[in-house]
């Protein structure tokens, strides 16, 4: 099947299709003599379980291994298992920040009148820097919120989302 029926088959886009060939997560397509990407099922079963672990937030080199496990049938599902848990506490790590993450901003917004007044409680928070209601936060030299460990918030928060 060609890509837009590949694409359509597996619940991926065309694009992603491309991309996930591109870094290894399918084997090259074939190829039509015009040039064409030519898809088989079991490429069509590769990017379905591509996308239920994208789904499950699954980072590409995690499926990358989850792929070559399934696909291997004397493989010990002990390294499975230690894959799963290692990236739901991973998610659970992330959660836990972004959970206090809010709790700082609630906190700062109970602070703030929220009326005509130009004075506001969230913004001296956020511009003092030194030590922010987020709790074990510091602003960093580029201005970005910062861990205790040098990890941007905001960039774990971004990575969390993905």
């Known amino acids: 099947m060609n890509i837009g029926q590949a694409a359509k088959a597996s619940g991926v886009s065309a694009k992603m299709l491309r991309y996930y060939e591109s870094v290894g997560l399918l084997p090259a397509a074939g190829r039509t003599e015009a040039g064409y990407r030519v ?6 079963g590769t990017l379905r379980f591509v996308r239920r ?3 499950l937030g699954l980072p590409l080199d995690s499926i ?7 696909q291997d049938e004397d493989r010990a599902s002990a390294d499975v298992k230690r894959i ?8 659970r ?8 993450m ?4 609630e906190r700062m917004a109970d602070a703030c009148h929220g009326d005509d007044r130009p004075e506001c409680p969230i913004l001296d928070e956020i511009a003092e820097g030194d030590h922010c209601a987020a709790g074990g936060h510091d602003a960093g030299q580029d201005g970005s919120l910062r861990q205790a460990n040098g990890k941007s918030t905001i960039s774990s928060f971004q990575g969390a989302m993905s």
């Open 93 to 100: 790590a992330k959660v836990a920040e972004m959970t206090r």
């Open 102 to 105: 809010c709790e700082a901003l």
């Open 53 to 55: 672990a994208r789904d």
């Open 39 to 44: 898809y088989s099922e079991q490429d069509i």
């Open 64 to 70: 990358k291994r989850l792929i070559g496990l399934w």
């Open 84 to 91: 799963a848990t290692e990236h739901a506490a991973e998610m």
